[in-house]
């Protein structure tokens, strides 16, 4: 199984910070990685797609990186609609597997 | 546009069979695609369950593919799971969701496009 691993868990921000979450995972996974966006009660959101590539309509200030085992989401300048939980997910291997999420609050 | 409905019981005895239905609109199955269902225990992360193809070809998570069934139904244009023997850990709130994939390119793109709101069921005597 292909293990992945976020961090941090959780992070505070304010409104206009740069904030940047780390995706790792436990083997090569070149560039096949997703990264969702889940807000309370609600069904996650694709953001990024092949490590960097922006799904239409999403804001221009998240950005994807990385490749091999080691990836990040960069939210450029916080939004309020951006608290939220991130995670990332391989696609690399046919068992998915999503990262334990990392939480963004004030 | 695409939308996804879950439905099924909402509490569902320990040693007894989850059954859920998701119910697809705004897009025919039999069109392509895989066609998944995700879990999120409470206050938890995600955890993929299984997807089926419109064919009927199946991928399960080998943690819950002893206890897992997931079928499709063109007609109708639903798919369904089944997860036998549940016990308390198998609580959870559970997704149906479109998998996109195109393996065109030089890398395959595959993500999970479009969701249901979600179902809480609840294992409980």
């Known amino acids: 199984d292909i293990q992945m691993t976020q961090s941090p868990s959780s992070l505070s921000a304010s409104v206009g910070d740069r904030v940047t979450i780390t995706c790792r995972a436990s083997q090569s996974i070149s560039s096949y990685l997703n990264w969702y966006q889940q807000k309370p009660g609600k069904a996650p959101k694709l953001l990024i797609y092949a490590a960097s590539s922006l799904q239409s309509g999403v804001p221009s200030r998240f950005s994807g990186s990385g490749s091999g085992t080691d990836f990040t989401l960069t939210i450029s300048s916080l939004q309020p609609e951006d608290f939220a939980t991130y995670y990332c997910?391989?696609?690399?291997?046919?068992?998915?597997?999503f990262g334990p999420g990392t939480t963004v609050d004030i | 546009q695409v939308q996804l409905q879950e439905s099924g019981p909402g509490l569902v005895k320990p040693s007894e069979t989850l059954s859920l239905t998701c119910t697809v609109s705004?897009?025919?199955?039999?069109?392509?695609?895989?066609w998944g269902w995700i879990r999120q225990p409470p206050g938890k992360g995600l955890e993929w369950i299984g997807s089926?193809?419109?064919?009927?070809?199946?991928y399960y998570n080998p943690s819950l593919k002893s206890r897992v069934t997931i079928s499709v139904d063109t007609s109708k244009n639903q798919f369904s799971l089944k997860l036998s023997s549940v016990t308390a850990a198998d609580t959870a709130v559970y997704y149906c969701?479109?998998?996109?994939?195109?393996?065109?390119?030089?890398?395959?793109?595959?993500?999970?496009?479009?969701w249901g709101q979600g179902t809480l069921v609840t294992v409980s005597s």
């Open positions: 997910q391989q696609i690399y291997s046919k068992r998915l597997t």
């Open positions: 089926i193809y419109h064919s009927g070809s199946t």
């Open positions: 705004g897009y025919s199955i039999s069109s392509g695609y895989y």
């Open positions: 969701a479109k998998y996109y994939y195109d393996s065109s390119g030089y890398y395959r793109i595959e993500y999970f496009q479009h």
